[in-house]
């Protein structure tokens, strides 16, 4: 779907398999280390430098992101990002907006045209998914026209299910 300038659309797979993207997402953790998920799927797939040019830029806060080097995968950049863990947040919504906003932003200062994204926040931080993707495509929505260099966001959904919910939300919300 187009907003504006922008395309945006919703694929079933891998994060760490997007070729043709230029900075992939990492729903980190505030010290930047492999994890489980998307950040270990990240990490492992990276390989060790991943870590070791993270090191220095951890910790980083709920809404924050910083970017690094796409090391061994295929994209040139991954954009790390703290989204809220949804039951310890005062305003879940607020915060994971920020994150989505914090990453667009992380990917025009560096000129990016593609980003892929995964459901931030979605895994073991809590956050409902359906919720969570009116959040990051409303975030999108309000964003895509000051966006300069970012001309593709993609979400790379794992399993079906959130693949469904998320075709579904972005329709919802990206028509109104």
Known sequence: MKVGEVTVECVKGNIVEQHDIEAVVNAANAMLRPGGGVAGAIHKAAGPGLYQECKPLAPIKTGEAVI??????PNAYV???????YAAEKDPAAK?????QSCLIRAEEKGIKSVAFPAISTGIFG???KEAAKVAFETIKEMAPNL????????????????EIHQEVMKEVLEA
Request: glycine share 6%; no cysteine; charged share 15%.
């Open 79 to 85: 954009i790390h990002a703290l989204g809220p863990v």
């Open 127 to 129: 956050y409902p998914m």
């Open 96 to 100: 994971l907006a920020e994150t989505y």
């Open 148 to 163: 300069k260099s970012v001309k593709l966001i993609r979400f790379v959904l794992f399993a079906q299910e959130d693949y």
């Open 68 to 73: 690094t080097s796409g090391h061994m995968l």
